[in-house]
């Protein structure tokens, strides 16, 4: 290579990754097409690239089933065509996260043992969103439909289950270990501490649209706090995670009724419970009328002082005008929202005669919209 075009070749890898107003070189060990590593930022709750220090906003879609109501794992193997295309219409409206959901019976084949053939998949799929520059958040130890449930699992103790949830997240951080596309590590969707005692088996809570999301980690309180049996949780998968990867970042997908006050509530207090965890994640649907109580719910979650990412949000009720508007509003305590995308392209949503369809069509177009709004610097009054 002459010096001529090695010249031309490092101002080609440095445009990769141009930032606004400026050119940003990668070092000599970044190659040109590596995605950067997400960090937590220095001093304040926010995300950055590294190299580079560049504000990274995750900005996204759960990607948890298809139309039809199935998971990923149940069409990821004769259907992978669906995956990539996918992957891409999501990429086209502007996500640079998808929130990726794994099953506890496609992961462990028995307690100790981790599935090799779900493993290798999950490869496939993170290779995938390496090639569509898209970061993974995983989410894991999904039980979403009971059918599927391993018997063994649910017949574990407390001890033996979280043993076997950190073979899991131990079995899938090391596949992923070296993977820069990975966002994050989510141990649990919607995790729950229980009060008292439930019966052998009642680890599920309530179904809703048939899927399973939310789950508890005791049986049992045994007049322990509740936020210290959550703290333990956290600290055990955390601990297993750490030992084949010290790089990238752990959550929770938290309930918006895990704060510590009157009524209902997970007993993952925040502010008790994200010593171990790099971010907090809030699921949080607007409702009409409730935008005030929404948002202060939003802001006790980031008094914390760690990033706070939206990691489930959607007009589910509410209106997609009144949906803009608590984006616009939560911009003061969240620094990241992940809403949803079910694999139908919006331009087939747009020709179907569903009104559900429309309304989605319809959401998916201003999601697209607002994704550069919501992703530049806000500002400070």
Known sequence: ?????????????????????????PPAWLSADEMPWIAVSKGKPSFESNP??????????NYDHDTDGRLLEDYWEENWADV???????????????????????FLSGPEQPNEKGLAQLAKLVALAERERLYLDLTGLGCYHKQEVPEWYDTLNEAERWKAQ?????????????SSSIFCYDLMNEPVVPGGRRKDGDWLGPPFAGKHFVQVITLDQKERPRPEIAKQWIHTLVRAIREVDRRH???????????????????????????????????????????????????AFSAVGKP???????????????????????????????????????????KSSSIG??????????FQQQGPVMQSPRNEK
Not at 52 to 61: D, L, M, T, Y
Not at 357 to 366: H, P, R, V
């Open 249 to 299: 970042l752990i959550t929770v997908g938290l309930v918006d009724w895990s704060l510590d006050r009157p009524g209902l509530t997970s007993g993952f207090v925040p502010s008790k419970v994200s010593e171990d965890l790099d971010f907090l994640c809030i699921h949080l649907y607007p409702e009409n009328g409730k935008l005030d109580e929404q948002l202060a719910t939003l802001k």
């Open 166 to 178: 950190a073979t899991f997240w131990r079995a899938v951080a090391k596949q992923c270990a070296n």
């Open 52 to 61: 580079g220090g560049r504000p990274f906003v995750p900005w996204g879609f």
């Open 84 to 106: 990539e295309s996918d992957f891409r219409e999501m990429k086209s409206l502007g996500a640079n996260v998808v929130r990726i959901h794994l099953q506890v019976g496609k």
């Open 1 to 25: 290579m002459t010096a001529g075009n090695a010249q031309i070749g490092q101002i080609v890898r440095g445009l990769m990754l141009v930032g606004i107003g400026m050119i940003t070189f």
């Open 308 to 350: 706070v990412v939206i990691e489930e949000t959607f007009p589910l009720k509410c209106s997609p005008a009144q949906m803009i508007e608590f984006l616009d509003h939560s911009r003061e305590h969240a620094t990241g929202w992940i809403s949803f995308y079910w694999g139908k392209p919006v331009e087939e949503l747009r």
């Open 357 to 366: 369809d429309a309304i989605l069509a319809q959401w998916l177009d201003q």
